[in-house]
């Protein structure tokens, strides 16, 4: 049909020469999808707190190829620090294509038992506040050039205990033992801006630092999977399928969406996987 549209699949997730920041980028799921975007052609800038992290995973990932990938040390808990990363990235960009905000932190604890500093005031500030202030300070640069049918791009990686009703007695925080803030931080997630999609990835157990403490308790990856009605826990290919998908062409009309990655375990009755 003369006029058709390019619908093939180098065209629809084309995301070649696009610049990315991933913030909690040297680990876990930041690091997974930071080798999706390298992997494709995206030059990729990583974040936090910890040096030889992201030192390791950056050379690793340029000498992959074909994208780049880049790092800087920020922490990012406070609007100061948010500001900060901004400001040292545009010192390098003048626009920035994808904002993925993965870094966070979970704190479990029995329920009668929460600290407020570590239980509630550190989770909410980097669950949270740290997502607001950051897509603030980059706005300017996804903003840019951005039209209707390229649009600048936020993926907050929220949770599936973001909308999961358990959260005593999850896998990941032990039997005794509640991840109450994590699940309310992680239902907040929640932004918009124009001309810039923003979409929430809810992942449900990926082998993270976050959740190393529950894989350890569990005896590994075979005993965490017991009962998940997919009979595994997530991995690579399962985050990058979906994240790709939002930033490429083809998901450039999806925006305000909530994907659970999680192989079914929200609806695994009686099951807590989180």
């Known amino acids: 049909m003369a006029g058709a549209p390019?619908?093939?699949?180098?065209?629809?997730?084309?995301?070649?020469?696009?610049?990315?920041?991933v913030t909690g980028g040297g680990s876990g799921i930041g690091e997974m999808i930071a080798t999706a975007f390298v992997q494709n052609g995206v030059k990729v800038y990583i974040a936090s707190r910890k040096e030889k992290q992201l030192k390791e995973v950056s050379e690793r990932l340029t000498k992959m190829g074909p994208g780049y990938c880049h790092y800087?040390?920020?922490?990012?808990?406070?609007?100061?620090?948010?500001d900060k990363l901004a400001d040292a990235v545009k010192q390098r960009e003048n626009k920035i294509h994808i904002l993925v905000n993965n870094s966070g932190m979970s704190w479990g604890a029995p329920y009668e038992n929460v600290p407020e500093k570590e239980?509630?005031?550190?989770?909410?500030?980097?669950n949270v506040k740290s997502i607001f202030y950051l897509t603030v300070a980059f706005t300017d640069l996804l903003a840019k050039d951005s039209t209707n049918i390229d649009p600048g791009r936020v993926i907050n990686v929220s949770s599936i205990a973001g909308v999961s009703p358990v959260a005593q007695g999850s896998k990941v925080a032990g039997p005794s033992s509640g991840l109450?803030?994590?699940?309310?931080?992680?239902?907040a997630v929640t932004l918009a801006s124009k001309r810039i999609t923003v979409n929430a990835i809810l992942p449900g157990i990926f082998p993270s630092k976050m959740t190393a403490f529950g894989f350890k308790l569990a005896g590994g990856q075979d005993q965490m999977a017991e009962g998940h009605p997919w009979g595994r826990v997530g991995n690579a290919r399962d985050l990058a399928g979906v994240v790709l998908f939002l930033v490429s062409p083809a998901g450039s009309y999806v925006t305000a969406?909530?994907?659970?990655?999680d192989g079914g375990s929200l609806y695994a009755p009686g099951k807590a996987f989180l």
């Open 180 to 187: 109450w803030s994590y699940h309310t931080s992680k239902a």
């Open 257 to 261: 969406s909530h994907i659970a990655i």
């Open 6 to 21: 390019d619908l093939s699949i180098p065209s629809l997730f084309d995301v070649q020469g696009k610049t990315a920041i």
């Open 72 to 82: 800087f040390v920020a922490d990012i808990s406070s609007k100061e620090g948010c």
């Open 119 to 126: 239980g509630w005031d550190r989770v909410l500030a980097l």
